[in-house]
């Protein structure tokens, strides 16, 4: 973090950097940093376009070697579905690692190893936004929360053509209506998806923005299906409708809500291991 300047794909939010770089060592903890990340078609590599597309750039940019130097780990890989909510940018593919402290996320900055890689995400990033959560309980933490359904006598189990899917929501909420309206909504909402698989996977409280586009956000969620049948089944269920238009609608003030086909999926037992 020690250079001042913005990298081309986002802001940086000094003030957060600070506060992560700054954390008492009594006070730190692991991270999970959720990256939603938006490519070039083409790489750009000192000023011109190159033959490598930004997908294939971001893989040679990453880190892996140097996350498991430092004892963070990639808790989720996943490609972008489809874009439900949110119109711009258009989100490729999503990231999750987490970090063993705040500080180890910030130290790597500086490293060589981990700068000699970043000018492959510079080259083909568009646009990304990377936040800082912890994790949060969340319904099926409750002591009466049903048991979650097997998935192989929901309606819609994972196949062959349609396997397991994990819906990402990225939430602002209106000031106080996170634990009114989207508490009352929630709970409509699972007594609709319960019976059709859904898990949790992981709920985050955001407590930062490191890189984005200058907007706030409160929570990043992680729910699981057994397939995308199965949501679509949860999503279009008229009881649920009504609870959206009556108490999500009015809970959210920004949000992006994503369909995604993990290639890596750690995320549960990341947040089981921490707690």
């Given at each position: 973090m020690s250079d001042t300047r913005s990298p081309g794909y986002g802001q940086v939010d000094r003030e957060y950097g600070i506060r992560l770089a700054t954390t008492a060592p009594d006070e730190d903890g692991p991270i999970w940093m959720v990256n939603l990340m938006s490519y070039r078609d083409q790489a750009v590599y000192d000023g011109a376009e190159s033959a490598v597309s930004g997908?294939?750039?971001?893989?040679?940019?990453?880190p892996v070697d140097v996350l498991a130097d430092i004892g963070a780990e990639v808790a989720f890989v996943a490609d972008v579905e489809d874009q439900l909510l949110g119109d711009s940018p258009r989100w490729d593919r999503i990231g999750v690692v987490r970090y063993p402290t705040r500080r180890s996320f910030i130290e790597m900055q500086s490293r060589p190893d981990f700068r000699a890689k970043h000018v492959h995400k510079e080259a083909g990033?568009?646009?990304?936004?990377?936040?800082?959560?912890?994790?949060?309980?969340?319904?099926?933490?409750?002591?009466d929360a049903p048991a979650p359904v097997d998935w192989s006598s929901v309606p819609h189990p994972p196949s062959d053509d349609d396997g397991p899917v994990v819906v990402l929501h990225l939430i602002r909420f209106h000031p106080g209506k996170a634990d009114t309206d989207m508490e009352r909504y929630q709970d409509d909402a699972a007594l609709v998806a319960v019976p059709h698989g859904v898990r949790i996977a992981g709920w985050f409280a955001i407590e930062g923005t490191i890189v984005g586009d200058g907007r706030?956000?409160?929570?990043?969620?992680?729910?699981?299906?057994?397939?995308?049948?199965?949501?679509?089944?949860?999503?279009?269920?008229?009881?649920?409708?009504?609870?959206?238009?009556?108490?999500?609608?009015?809970?959210?003030?920004?949000?992006?809500?994503?369909?995604l086909r993990p290639t890596i999926d750690r995320l549960a037992e990341s947040v089981a291991g921490s707690s």
């Open positions: 997908r294939e750039a971001d893989d040679r940019y990453a990033m568009a646009e990304t936004i990377v936040v800082g959560g912890t994790p949060i309980p969340s319904p099926q933490d409750r002591p706030r956000w409160d929570q990043v969620r992680f729910n699981q299906f057994p397939s995308k049948a199965a949501f679509l089944a949860v999503a279009t269920d008229p009881r649920r409708l009504e609870s959206q238009a009556t108490h999500r609608e009015a809970a959210i003030a920004d949000t992006y809500a994503l369909i």
